[in-house]
């Protein structure tokens, strides 16, 4: 439900991966394993975060605005790692069911994506008012939605690919694409194509170029 969920209530994806990042550290916390699966060096760079962000308080010029900004890092940042550590314990069964999940989610958010722009923007005109936009400011609606649809294609498509279904993996990413330029998303088509670009670095096991792009792309961004 996820990336459908994406489409027409982004903001509300944050909800959806805490309370599954909870769920899954209640069940760590029971198997006697909390915190044990959490990647080191990633929890000692979001400690650093969090740590900035509440020196930060000190200077603000609102600092309960700040203060509200830090909580909402901090349950971000927790829900993350709580997500990662579950995913890092996950059994050859487990995976094979998030990846068929993950795969029907991509396929039904395609889909109503496909649907709306055949149908003319139907259904998220009985969600939004979109009486007075222009055809560009409705497609811009969508952005967020195509955007996770294209952060969450990656790791369905790799996934389909180790359990041999190449072609099923690349129809998803070159749907994505054809999508995105229907829309008129081209910042997500980017991101697709650049992504392309570092999934292939990746299995080609270039190593130290792949760690290159790592360090450039925080600051390119």
């Known amino acids: 439900l996820i990336p459908l969920t994406g489409i027409y209530a982004p903001k509300g994806l944050v909800w959806v991966a805490l309370a599954v990042a909870i769920v899954a550290s209640m069940s760590d916390f029971r198997a006697g394993r909390f915190g044990i699966n959490w990647p080191q060096p990633l929890a000692w760079i979001f400690a650093s975060l969090v740590v900035w962000g509440g020196a930060s308080i000190l200077w603000a010029v609102r600092p309960d605005e700040s203060l509200s900004k830090l909580l909402d890092l901090t349950a971000i940042i927790a829900g993350t790692l709580a997500l990662i550590s579950a995913a890092r314990t996950l059994s050859t069964a487990d995976s094979k069911r998030l990846t068929t999940a993950l795969t029907l989610g991509l396929v039904l958010a395609l889909t109503v994506l496909l649907?709306?722009?055949?149908?003319?923007?139907?259904?998220?005109g009985l969600i939004r008012d979109t009486g007075f936009k222009s055809s560009g400011e409705i497609y811009s609606l969508y952005n967020r939605g195509i955007g996770v649809a294209a952060l969450m294609v990656w790791p369905a498509a790799l996934a389909l690919t180790g359990y041999g279904h190449r072609i099923a993996g690349l129809v998803l990413i070159l749907a994505c694409l054809v999508l995105a330029l229907a829309f008129n998303a081209l910042s997500v088509a980017i991101a697709l194509m650049a992504g392309a670009a570092c999934c292939l670095i990746m299995l080609a096991g270039v190593r130290r170029l792949a760690l290159a792009l790592a360090l450039a792309a925080p600051v390119l961004i």
């Open 115 to 124: 649907a709306e722009i055949t149908g003319g923007t139907a259904l998220i």
